[in-house]
């Protein structure tokens, strides 16, 4: 166990803030955590499971104790003819684990290649990318109870899986730590090439999808859009598409006919805030010490020593503009501290 006092949290936030946390707890295993959460938990005024800060905006010191899991470790723990169930530690990195799963020929985790983040993470957020999301593998999550230290497994059904939300940043947020995730692998190719310029990218290059092939593809168009956040200090998508319903949306597309969209169901569109955001005119813009990348309206930048209230300045202004000009609110996906 790892336990550090006055702690600097610059190297566990991408945005890179440099703000400090009154306690930091980093655990290796369900015993260590048990012990953290008799220790320090269960008593702390404030507490915050951190992942790999690729998600979050501290907007000033946080007075109370930060938490980071190191669990490790793969396990297959299961094996049929077709499919593949693999236990990983909630500290992994993800995008080691989608390595893992390549360089194993497991198929199902490669269009979520170098989305930066920790396992336990991949199932609290579900996070996604190019048409597939954590959920489509989660085949269960494991925790333990905050209150008693109680191991819970939930199903996946149990999750309550949808667009970036689950049960645990829902309902139950702040009551389980993931400490063990349990992925469904193929063994047999299948592939998810039809969102974006996926397909597209290996057909220029003349070449059929393999699992190593559509992996560099991801990483090719995720480094051409995305900014390196030990570059330039981000937290990928700043905020969530948002989802309208099926009026609103028609309405809008009669107005702005090239406006592209993705079908949730029968009554809700999904809008791509980067549009959005980009049709406002933000691209590339700066206000203080915060920008909009210049090539992802999504995203937003440190630009140096920026603290979390610019950035935050920045997204409101976006906010207000996206919401006169389109009808449309946009939510952060990124967490505010
Ligand atoms: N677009 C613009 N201007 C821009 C950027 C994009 O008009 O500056 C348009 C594109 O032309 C496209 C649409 O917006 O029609 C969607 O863009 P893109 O495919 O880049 O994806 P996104 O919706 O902006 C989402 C995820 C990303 C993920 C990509 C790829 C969210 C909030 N973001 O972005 O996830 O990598 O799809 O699947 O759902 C993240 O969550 O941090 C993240 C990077």
Redesign the pocket.
């Known amino acids: 166990m790892n336990i550090q006092e006055n702690y600097s949290l610059f190297p566990h936030n991408t945005f890179g803030m440099d703000v400090k946390t009154s306690v930091f707890v980093e655990y290796t295993s369900v015993t260590e955590l048990k012990e953290v959460l008799n220790q320090y938990i269960r008593s702390a005024e404030k507490w915050l499971h951190i992942g790999g800060g690729?998600?979050l905006l501290f907007t000033e010191d946080y007075k109370g104790v930060i938490l980071h899991s190191a669990i490790k470790g793969y396990e297959v723990v299961e094996e049929t003819a077709d499919e593949v169930f693999v236990r990983v530690g909630a500290g992994e990195v993800w995008d080691d684990f989608v390595a893992l799963a390549v360089s194993q020929g497991w198929y199902g985790a490669e269009?979520l290649s170098l989305?930066?983040g920790e396992v336990g993470a991949s199932a609290v957020q579900n996070?996604?990318?190019?048409?597939v999301e954590a959920k489509d593998l989660i085949v269960k999550v494991e925790t333990l109870e905050v209150a008693t230290s109680q191991i819970r497994v939930f199903s996946w059904a149990e999750c309550n899986y949808a667009?970036?939300e689950s049960i645990f940043k829902k309902e139950l947020k702040g009551k389980y730590i993931v400490t063990h995730v349990t992925y469904r692998l193929k063994k047999k190719a299948e592939f998810s090439l039809e969102?974006?310029n996926v397909k597209a990218e290996l057909e220029k290059a003349g070449v059929e999808p393999t699992l190593h092939r559509v992996r560099e593809v991801i990483i090719r168009?995720?480094e051409e859009?995305?900014p390196d956040p030990k570059v330039q200090g981000n937290?990928?998508?700043?905020?969530?598409?948002p989802i309208v319903p099926r009026e609103q949306f028609e309405q809008l597309v009669e107005m702005y006919p090239s406006m592209?969209h993705y079908e949730v169901d029968t009554t809700r569109v999904k809008i791509?805030?980067?549009?959005?955001?980009?049709?406002c005119g933000w691209?590339g813009k700066r206000l203080g010490k915060a920008s909009v990348?210049d090539?992802?309206?999504?995203?937003l930048v440190n630009c140096g020593g920026a603290i979390g209230k610019e950035i935050i300045a920045l997204s409101e202004e976006i906010r207000r503009s996206v919401a006169d000009k389109f009808g449309v609110q946009i939510l952060p996906?990124v967490n505010f501290i």
């Open positions: 690729s998600n269009n989305i930066p996070i996604g990318a190019y048409g667009y970036r969102y974006g168009i995720r859009k995305l937290a990928g998508s700043f905020f969530m598409n592209p791509p805030a980067a549009w959005l955001i980009d049709q691209k990348h090539r992802q309206a999504l995203v996906e």
